[in-house]
């Protein structure tokens, strides 16, 4: 009687079917998830590098190299060449300004004027603010109290004492 041959590979691995799908199985979902990996990982490395450019740019567009003054006062900014130094100010890197005036209605429109030049760069609006303050430079007691006041809270780095009457204002005043 002779011994029965021991079963070949090939009958070992069809032995059990279900053991070999699940095989197959494994190596797919492994071969699957690896390949997916990789593929985010070099989308991802690309858009890191990318939105880490943006922000650097982003942040030397905000802060100019040049000294431009962070935190400005200019009085009599609700018109006239106080108010196109707001716009330039704002324009050119300063985060603050406070503008003063006696009139709300001409601080409200050098803010919008301020607000229309932010939008047409690529600064971000939030980033910078414009500061309206109803005072009279005659009245020197509050002028005092609120600079000093303004001075704690955010030092300011240059004042522009602008607030007069122009020499047009000043002709029609005299004519009337
Ligand atoms: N334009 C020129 O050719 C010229 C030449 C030489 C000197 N300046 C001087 O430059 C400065 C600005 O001139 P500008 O042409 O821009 O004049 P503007 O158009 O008449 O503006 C004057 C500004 O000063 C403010 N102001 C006037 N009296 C004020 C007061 N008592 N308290 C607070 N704010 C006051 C006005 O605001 P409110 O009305 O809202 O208060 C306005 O924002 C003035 O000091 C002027 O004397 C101008």
Redesign the pocket.
Known sequence: MSATPPPSFVQKLFKYPSHLSNAFHTLLILIYVSWVSWLLFFLTIPWVIFQFGKQILSIIKDNPPEACPKVVLI?????????ALAIKYIQEGAHTVYI????TK??EETISKCNSQLAKTTKTVSNYKVIPLQ????DENTMRTKLQEINTATPIDLVIA????????QQNKSQE
């Open positions: 009085t009599g900014a609700s018109a006239g060449i106080g108010q003063t005036g006696r009139s001409g601080l005072l009279d430079v005659t602008n607030a007069g009457i122009s020499p047009e204002q």
